[in-house]
């Protein structure tokens, strides 16, 4: 299914245009994506790098590729710190956070990967009291 979606960091310095179809969406669970997204998971979906054009702030990128990983990366906006599109070691893919994609509702979760290594907390989570709060 071919879509379309903007994305953008918090503060709006880095926006971009996504186009489908997608590759794949993932909750990754790994200790890796954990720390980057200070989260229970990473949530990222996955297109051909042709599909993510960026409208501004390319400028206000920065890449972090943890030297020790063969395919592990975040791309963050300088200013405000917020995750957003990278392109794959190899250039073919781009990792687009879903957090970033304004109104994304384009498919429902692949897999969750990594599951053994999810947070111990992370069941108990969902399983807690739910509130609507204040922004």
């Given at each position: 299914?071919?879509?379309e979606y903007?994305?953008?960091c918090l503060c709006g310095a880095v926006q971009?245009?996504?186009k489908g179809p997608f590759i794949r969406f993932f909750f990754c669970h790994c200790s890796r994506c954990r720390r980057a997204s200070g989260t229970a998971h990473a949530a990222n979906v996955f297109t051909r790098a042709?599909?993510?054009e960026f409208k501004s702030g390319a400028d206000k990128i920065k890449t972090f590729k943890l030297p020790e990983a063969k395919d592990f990366a975040?791309?963050?906006c300088t200013e405000c710190g917020s995750p957003v599109p990278y392109t794959s070691g190899d250039g073919k893919?781009?990792?687009?956070?879903?957090?970033s994609i304004k109104n994304f509702s384009a498919r429902k979760v692949d897999a969750q990967k990594?599951?053994?290594d999810r947070a111990d907390w992370y069941e108990s989570g969902l399983a807690a009291p739910r509130q609507d709060g204040e922004r």
């Open positions: 299914m071919d879509q903007d994305g953008g971009y245009h996504l042709s599909n993510v975040r791309a963050f893919v781009s990792v687009v956070p879903v957090g990594f599951w053994a």
